[in-house]
């Protein structure tokens, strides 16, 4: 025993171990932080080291090549023992790990622990969210397959959009004119050794602001933070109620930790790795590309905003948001720390992520797309064409095979672009319906030049048929002249 | 300076670089010119976008005109007129082209105007439909609906030797038009 006593010893005196631990992981924090709600940050981290253990692997098989990168892919998936399980734990540890970040940083934001003298890392942190939304658009490209090539194409043509020096950044982007073999190497690049390297970096400032600075204590409403007084106020908390680190606070961490990793691992195992989807070929163009999870309320937001907006969000937003998250706590880095005094705080991150859902909601059912397939999918439901008249069945055959179905829905079926048309006889008189099939408006194309003035009567006959039984159709002299009509926003196109 | 190795009591005057500070100095600026000089070719390789000066384009043949029927738009391919050997299927690049008549040709990029989705064509109702926002064009490229914020990119076309040519070879954004 003494022997052993005296290697330690021996050992400690050469590696300074114990120095080491008193100075990080046995470093004294208020006992309140040992709280479940101080989790989420370890957990983050947990998931970056996963990553990079299952990236490091993964590239033991990957080729990073255009020609062979699909090709890998699928060797990964069904031949390489284990790989389609290591892509999937890559892929979850992704998902785990951005949401963890988001859990994190909301956490941090409300708990007020952005706020003097923790500037710094909360400025660091908002680095690493950057970093890691990097990894996850890099990581989208590096699955090499259809959403790849065309998520990169939106990527270009953004990037397309910036004044001036548009044309090279676009160049500078995908390394040469066009999507080539340039282009995946340099998001390998970026994906296996730049941003990961910024990460570590960064994490490091991180955690050695956490070690120097301090980890916030849990917020007491009513308790203000001042500059002149909070750090005698900290060093007191420490005093009184102070614990190292490890072993006294650290046991929610691993317990989280601990549940993390299965939830990963369990998410991998009956999910399954994400892809690769179709091939990385451009002339198979019937597709439908859609970015990752975290990119689609972005994606949303390009179908909904208006056109003069698109450069404004596209641009402006994001580096006014990004500069806000930065000046955030020199903006209010004192006063309350507590969420129950901030109102404004948890109304802010509610209606961020009530807007951030929504818009990823619908960048998931893409209400706006056409459906490419309905004209010829989805048949007339039996209803609407009971009973009509020949010339009216003539025109039900015009308005499926003129491809109206692919932005108008009946019953139920088709796209959504346009109005839903099942009750539009009570909504358009003849006239107006005529006219706008003919002149279009509204976001809709006109189609004077693909009708002949038969197949338009014919098309107008049947439409003027689509109401409810127990509704009339609209008639000329029934519209008051001073109301607006119904779908005042498809006659009228939006003013400029 | 041999002065106060003469006489290491004497006060120096502050003013007076010491040897040390000289050589300290030396160090530096000699690293600070040394990292430009590394940094030269480092940003050049990097930032070649922005040094070269070339055209990313030539004239590529997109098949002979009988593959076009008069009246039509029918999808075209071709193969990136400057490839890598490990390109593999992603320097086969799509076109629509219209013949109106004669030797009147439209040749549109496959990509919408709006973020560069593939754009597909309807030929009952004369439209290209983008999958990704509901962008629409009618058939001679200009805007119908949606989010473009112009009508389809056109590439330069000739008529020679029977066959039809375009000028391709770069992605086409709004600052890059083909």
């Not at chain 1, 900290?234 to 929610?252: C, L, N, Q, S, T």
């Not at chain 2, 109106?100 to 990509?111: D, E, M, P, R, S």
């Not at chain 2, 109702?125 to 989010?147: M, Q, T, V």
Request: hydrophobic share 45%; aromatic share 12%.
């Amino acid at each position: 025993m003494n022997t052993l006593r005296k290697a330690a010893v021996w050992l400690d005196e050469r590696l300074h171990l114990t120095a080491l631990y008193s100075s990080t992981a046995g470093h004294e924090v208020p006992a309140s932080a040992g709280s479940w709600f101080y989790v989420f940050g370890s957990a983050t981290l947990l998931c970056f080291i996963i990553q990079v253990i299952t990236g490091t692997l993964l590239a033991f098989v990957y080729v990073p090549s255009t020609n062979e990168a699909y090709t890998s892919l699928e060797y990964l998936n069904h031949v390489q023992f284990w790989g389609w399980y290591l892509r999937a734990v890559h892929n979850w540890g992704s998902n785990f790990m951005v949401a963890l970040m988001t859990l994190h940083m909301i956490q941090v934001f409300l708990f007020g622990a952005y706020k003097y003298p923790r500037e710094l890392t909360w400025a660091s942190g908002i680095v690493l969210m950057l970093v890691t939304l990097g990894m996850a658009f890099t990581g989208q490209v590096l699955r090499f397959d259809q959403d790849a090539y065309w998520g990169l194409t939106i990527g270009a043509s953004i990037t397309g959009r910036v004044p001036l020096i548009g044309g090279q950044l676009v160049h500078l982007l995908l390394a040469g004119p066009i999507i080539a073999g340039e282009t995946l190497s340099r998001f390998f690049t970026l994906h296996v050794f730049i941003i990961p390297g910024t990460i570590i970096a960064v994490v490091s400032m991180h955690l050695r602001l956490v070690l120097t600075k301090g980890i916030n204590e849990y917020p007491k409403p009513g308790k203000i933070v001042r500059r002149s007084t909070y750090d005698a106020e900290y060093a007191e908390i420490i005093r009184k109620e102070g614990v190292p680190f490890v072993p006294d606070a650290i046991d929610k961490d691993l317990i989280f930790a601990a549940l993390t990793i299965v939830a990963i691992l369990t998410a991998a195992f009956f999910f399954g790795p994400k892809g690769p989807g179709g091939p990385p070929n451009p002339t198979l163009v019937d597709t439908n590309p859609r970015p990752d999870f975290y990119f689609l309320s972005i994606f949303a937001a390009l179908a909904l905003l208006p056109d003069w907006m698109e450069v404004l969000i596209l641009f402006i937003a994001p580096a006014l948001g990004i500069g806000f998250l930065f000046a955030l706590p020199f903006i209010s880095g004192t006063g309350e720390k507590s969420a129950q005094r901030r109102p404004v705080a948890v109304l802010s991150v509610l209606f961020i992520m009530l807007t951030i859902g929504t818009l990823t909601y619908m960048g998931q059912t893409s209400p706006w797309s056409p459906k490419m397939n309905a004209w010829s999918g989805d048949p007339i439901p039996v209803q609407y064409v009971q009973g009509r008249t020949p010339t009216e069945l003539k025109g039900a055959i015009v308005f499926q095979n003129k491809q109206c179905r692919n932005c108008h829905s009946l019953g139920g079926e088709g796209g959504e672009r346009g109005p839903a048309l099942d009750a539009v006889a009570t909504r358009l008189t003849k006239d107006e319906l005529v006219r706008q099939v003919i002149q279009g408006g509204g976001n809709m194309p006109a189609y004077g030049k693909k009708l002949s003035p038969a197949e338009t009567e014919a098309l107008v006959e049947f439409m003027a048929t689509l109401r409810p039984k127990t509704t009339p159709s609209v008639k000329p002299s029934e519209k008051p002249s001073n109301k607006l009509p119904h779908d005042f926003a498809v006659l009228v196109p939006p003013a400029r | 300076m041999s002065e106060s190795h003469h006489d290491p009591d004497k006060p120096k005057d502050p003013n007076l670089p010491s040897r040390r500070h000289w050589l300290l100095a030396l160090g530096v600026g000699l690293n600070v010119v040394a990292g430009a000089m590394l940094s030269i070719p480092l940003i050049g390789f990097v930032m070649s976008s922005f040094l070269e000066k070339k055209d990313n384009r030539d004239w590529i043949a997109l098949g002979p005109l009988e593959g076009f029927p008069e009246k039509t738009t029918r999808i075209a391919t071709y193969r990136n007129p400057f490839t890598r050997p490990w390109d593999g299927q992603t320097a086969d690049i799509p076109c629509w082209v219209r013949h109106i008549q004669g030797n009147a040709f439209q040749v549109f990029a496959i990509n919408c105007t709006h973020l560069g989705c593939p754009v597909r064509w309807f030929e009952e109702s004369g439209l290209f439909l983008c999958p990704c926002h509901g962008g629409a064009y009618y058939e001679d490229g200009e805007k119908a609906a949606g989010p473009p914020p112009r009508g389809l990119f056109q590439y330069d076309y000739k008529v020679e030797k029977g066959r039809l040519w375009v000028r391709g070879g770069q992605m086409p954004t709004l600052s890059n038009p083909v």
